[in-house]
């Protein structure tokens, strides 16, 4: 069928649910226009476009009473960047465009990420639950599939590389319906046919309880795959983003794009609030807004609607109560439902906690981080059924994040389809934590193929130190660390038994931690029981002394949150008493 035929039965078909609809052709894009009763609507109009095989669906329906995006980014406004050149310009410092960058940094060439918030990893990349996928829901044949396959060979010698942990303990898929047994050769054979590590191994109920024996009296069956596991995805981010700048990358954070200025077809200059940029290549890692980009650079031939998931997180006694194994629970209607989720599980960290989550729900907003109480009484009812012992008092946080789906639902990593000098790294949702490294493998190699320079250094350096963990040290070595450094012997936050030295670490690091919430994802301080209640002010102590900053002026996670405040009568540092 021709494009203008296909466009015409679509067109037949969302005029006959909403007559506002307007639908036209890009090339062999679709554009969907029009004003729709609710944002409801524009999803689905979108979703049906994504079925008629065009090369992408570009919906820019809108609905009644939207309200316009405000997209958080930092207010500072100079010329710092003002004239910079350099070959390849990342944009977004999540865990795809840090994994870019590192990748980059591999070669002969200048690499420069710019990122909006005030550090890496701030949005999805801190936002999801870790998991190390297998890929037994992905569909043959597409990128997500392709792309976790090689990831998965590459990540243990990464991951050694960089210092940074995994677990790889296995994740299981409880049953509660004992008549979709019938269903388990095909899943077994569907396993296969992905080449899931380790494959696919049917379950008994007895066998469930040997691997968790606090397994709920409803799961009658399960499956076992031993190449499931876990990461820390803002640690991972951190440290592949850390790599990066040892060997000469340069990330500008607190930098959000505003512009791009494109002449037949190939990106001029790229305008942030720092100043111009000059790029011979762009790569669009921007997450929830890399649609934005990409209509930024005339070569927009997607869209994302963002999918909110809530994660629940257990106190540690869960942790060292449960097996070390994620489990997920297959709910029959939460996967008819086509809401595009896994149905969450029961996911064990690496740093001994345990997830519960995530659900999935659409939203306009691509910064809503917002936690529904409905949310976390539908997640934490669900998974009762699988552990039956979970109980609400083991609470210690809770957070949102959301994953930039397409309407194709599956990842846009290729060069640009009309601007010649721009690679997509776009539409990443799960499993893009896991296929990060494979992602940027092929993007750094066709950003080479841009500049038309695919040397590689010689001097490249792979290895990473991490930030010493005294809490994992034995009583020798660290009564050693302690003798060279006093500071790694007194202990700042108790939950976690992260002491000054550790803190101390992450403040003067190659990528410094600068905020509260930048020194808890390096080193954990206040992701403990009290979640911060004990060590935050000791903390914000440690940075304001570290960086000669006020204390009122140590900021939680950016610019606008600030800790602590004063009144006119109460001076909140030594040197405004003095002053007095």
Partial sequence: MNLEKKKSKLAKKLSSLYPSIKVSLKDDCVVINGTLPTYNDVLTAGKIAATYGFYGVINEATFAGIKPQIIHHSSINDKTLDGKKVDVLVIGGGVIGSAILRELSKYSFSSLLVEKEEDVAME??????????????????????????????????????????????GQSVAFTSPWLKIAAPFIKLHGAMNHIP?????????????????????????????????????????????????????????????????????????????GTIYPHCVINAAGAFSDDIAEMADDRFFTIHPRKGTDIIMDKAVYHSLSKTGITVFSLKANLSKNHTKGGGIIPTIDENSLVGPDASETPDKEDFSVDRSSIDAIFSKHKKTIESLSERDIIAYFAGERAATYEEDFVVQKGKWTKNIVHAAGIQSPGLTAAPAIAEDVAKWASEIIGSSEKKKDFDPIRKPIVETRYLSNEDRDALIKKNPAYGHIVCRCEEISEGEILDALHGNLPATTIDGVKRRVRAGMGRCQGGFCQMLVSELISNEFHIPLGEVKKKGEGNIILSKTKSEPINKEEEEEK
């Fill in 198 to 274: 380790g494959g696919v191994k049917i379950m008994s109920k007895k066998k469930m309880k040997e691997i968790e024996p606090n397994i709920g009296s409803d799961v009658s069956w399960g499956l076992f795959m031993p190449a499931g596991g876990s990461i820390s995805p803002y640690l991972f981010t951190i440290a592949l983003a850390e790599n990066a700048i040892h060997n000469g990358a340069q990330i500008a954070l607190n930098t959000f794009v505003t512009g791009m200025e494109v002449k037949d077809h190939q990106i001029i200059s790229v305008k942030t609030n720092r």
């Fill in 124 to 169: 999805a990349s801190s936002h999801n639950d870790g998991c190390l996928h297998v890929g037994l829901d992905l569909h043959k044949g597409s990128k997500k599939l392709s792309y976790l396959l090689r990831a998965r060979k590459m990540i243990p010698e990464i991951t050694t590389e960089l210092g940074v942990k995994t677990r790889l303990d």
